[in-house]
């Protein structure tokens, strides 16, 4: 045989061999890291699903509480308010604040009045005469009632929110208490699919599954498809639900049709390798490959999304349009990686920071800074506007209340978050209590300005509650909570105004 072909067997069998191994190796572990990612996609999307979820029912707990500490309310429980229904239980009110039922329990846990909607419909709903007892056993538990949670009614799963009854400033024994609900229904479930733009499905599974309330989960169903969950229960355990969405097995798709196209472009290069010396085989094509491989190996290795691998300049084949190829898909996997981001740490209404980057920019803060101020605040009067102009001009309101925030935390850098509703949290430097006044102050001072919503001349102002790291907290929980109890305090004296967090007196 002569050494030509030899020489031309030799290569051809290393490549053969080259190929085989190649594909035995890297093929299920970019496979697996694709099906990873896919589960990754999946679960954060039933994250938000969750958040979501969870947001709404906070929600409905600080409507809720808001109505619980009204004068109408507390008077109407008491029997002095005889047009209280009438006056304000209208269908603009469910409407607006996304309630499917209200009932008032006396001191007595006895029925005062209950009324339902549907939010589907947009009527009035008939409720059982004994719908108001499903809530009895949880109102019958608690002796001061604050209470959001998952409940099974004759109607349906619900979101439900439990407050006592007082008085605006808190005074006199509780008149009993109030209950605010959502039917977890096709409504809702629309609502839901269309903010966070999934096709959502809800259905009542085995009441012995062992899952865990909240659970996220994500399995493949297909070859092309991927199935994420969330898994509700009521709070007594004994009904389970599950709501769902069929998502696409994009990276495992891609993934496994780069591979067909990366072992297609190598087959290529190999036959074109065999054609030439071993000489010319080094230089021009094996050296590359290597140099490609290392580098892809390095970015995996790192996990730098903002990295890309260095094209030649020097040829024009098919490894420099794979290397090409390879940075779109980096550059690909890069957006998707920062619009997660953006999902997950920032308010999509305003733009400002949401609770979990709040969470990390304190840890950071703490570590460069001794002194910390963390300002909590609401809107006063917010409720009113979200009740006679609607949400839609209740989010135009958060909006520019981000936006007046901006210049005055750029001259002092600090960070604004919004935590919630109408809430949002500060959290500056300060050298001295003066430095904070002055701050607060000015917050105030912008927020009384006259908002134009839209062509609709409102005004608002702000409670301010602080708290200082780390005199009143070391950590993020025990700053909000006592900034919260500052807020009320500020409340209770007349509102449009700050008050720092004072240890109470044991």
Do not use: C
């Not at 957006?335 to 990390?360: F, G, I, Q, S």
Request: negative net charge; without cysteine; aromatic residues 10%.
């Amino acid at each position: 045989m002569k050494l030509r072909m030899k020489a031309f067997l030799v290569v051809s069998i290393t490549m053969i061999l080259f190929l085989l191994l190649l594909f035995g190796t890297a093929g299920p572990i970019l496979l697996r890291e694709s099906k990873l990612l896919d589960d990754n996609n999946t679960l954060k999307d039933a994250e938000l699903i969750k958040n979501n979820m969870e947001s709404d029912l906070q929600g409905l707990s600080r409507t809720n509480r808001d109505w619980a500490v009204w004068d109408d309310t507390y008077y109407f429980l008491l029997g002095a308010k005889p047009d209280y229904v009438e006056v304000n239980l209208l269908s603009e009110t469910f409407e607006n604040n996304q309630v499917s039922f209200i009932i008032y329990l006396n001191a007595k846990n006895e029925l005062v009045y209950q009324q339902g909607y549907d939010l589907h419909q947009h009527k009035e709903l008939h409720l059982e005469r004994a719908f108001y007892e499903t809530f009895l056993p949880i109102a019958q538990s608690y002796v001061e009632l604050n209470e959001a949670l998952l409940v099974q009614t004759s109607n349906g799963l619900s979101m439900a929110s439990l407050h006592s009854v007082y008085t605006s400033i808190g005074e006199g024994p509780s008149a009993g208490t109030i209950i605010m609900g959502r039917f977890i229904d096709s409504k809702y479930l629309s609502t839901t699919a269309k903010e966070l733009s999934l096709t959502l499905h809800f259905q009542e599974k085995d009441s012995n599954s062992t899952t865990d309330a909240w659970a996220v989960a994500a399995e493949p169903v297909s070859e092309t498809e991927i199935k994420g969950s969330l898994t509700l229960k009521d709070y007594m355990n004994q009904y389970t639900y599950e709501m769902s969405f069929i998502g696409q097995r994009h990276f495992y798709l891609e993934k496994k049709e780069s591979i067909k196209q990366l072992g297609f472009l190598l087959v290529l290069i190999g036959l074109f390798f065999i054609l030439f010396i071993l000489l010319l085989l080094d230089r021009f094509i094996l050296s590359r490959v290597y140099r490609m491989s290392l580098q892809l190996n390095r970015i995996q290795n790192e996990k730098n999304v903002s990295e890309r691998i260095r094209t030649s300049t020097k040829y024009r084949d098919e490894l420099t349009t794979l290397e090409n190829s390879i940075n779109m898909m980096l550059q690909s996997l890069e957006e998707k990686h920062n619009e997660v981001t953006k999902l997950a740490y920032y308010d999509h209404l305003t733009l400002l920071p949401n609770r979990y980057l709040l969470e990390e920019e304190f840890r950071k803060r703490i570590e460069a800074h001794s002194s910390l101020a963390l300002l909590f605040f609401d809107l006063d009067g917010f409720k009113r506007i979200n009740d006679t102009l609607g949400h839609e001009a209740g989010d135009v309101l958060l909006q520019t209340v981000a936006n007046r925030l901006a210049p005055v935390l750029a001259k002092v850098d600090g960070l604004a978050a919004r935590y919630g509703g109408d809430e949002f949290v500060i959290l500056v430097r300060y050298h001295q209590h003066a430095d904070i006044i002055a701050l607060a102050n000015a917050i105030i001072a912008k927020f009384g300005e006259m908002y134009t919503i839209p062509s609709q001349p409102v005004r608002i102002s702000a409670s301010i509650g602080i708290s200082l790291y780390p005199q009143d907290g070391n950590t993020l929980d025990e700053l909000l909570k006592n900034a919260d109890i500052a807020m009320y305090e500020a409340k209770k004296g007349g509102k449009n105004q700050w008050a720092f967090y004072t240890i109470p007196i044991q």
